[in-house]
């Protein structure tokens, strides 16, 4: 089982930016992605970002594509998600989730484990 923390949620103003975190223990996988989610009120959860170590590939929902930017540090087994110039829209809570093995990367199916949440609010 793996074990997901999100961390760096908080409220900030319109065009700000903040960093969420994501810390995983447990057991490591070989292959693995790593996703970002969020729920805003009223709404679904939403794709927002995915990297997967062994593919070397990241890609974003077209809501935040050039403001976003997921990375990852093997070393503290954390992977962040940058965010920028953020608007009132993307207040929600962010999830981050893990998948051990292959699947659409935008479905919340296709991950195993999720954190709790950590929110975001962006004030206009």
């Known amino acids: 089982q793996v074990h997901l923390v999100e961390s760096g949620g908080g409220l900030v103003q319109a065009g700000g930016s903040l960093r969420l975190s994501c810390a995983a223990s447990?057991?490591?996988?070989?292959?693995?992605?790593m996703g970002w989610f969020r729920q805003a009120p009223g709404n679904e959860r939403e794709f927002v970002a995915v990297?997967?170590?062994?593919?070397?590939?990241?890609y974003y929902a077209d809501s935040v594509k050039g403001r976003f930017t997921i990375s990852g540090d093997n070393a503290k087994n954390t992977v962040y998600l940058q965010m920028n110039s953020l608007k009132p829209e993307d207040t929600a809570v962010y999830y981050c989730?893990?998948?051990?093995?292959?699947?659409?990367?935008?479905?919340?199916?296709?991950?195993?484990?999720w954190g709790q949440g950590t929110q975001v609010t962006v004030s206009s």
């Open positions: 447990g057991r490591t996988f070989s292959s693995y992605r």
């Open positions: 989730a893990a998948a051990s093995s292959s699947g659409y990367y935008k479905i919340s199916g296709a991950y195993d484990y």
């Open positions: 990297i997967t170590w062994s593919g070397g590939y990241t």
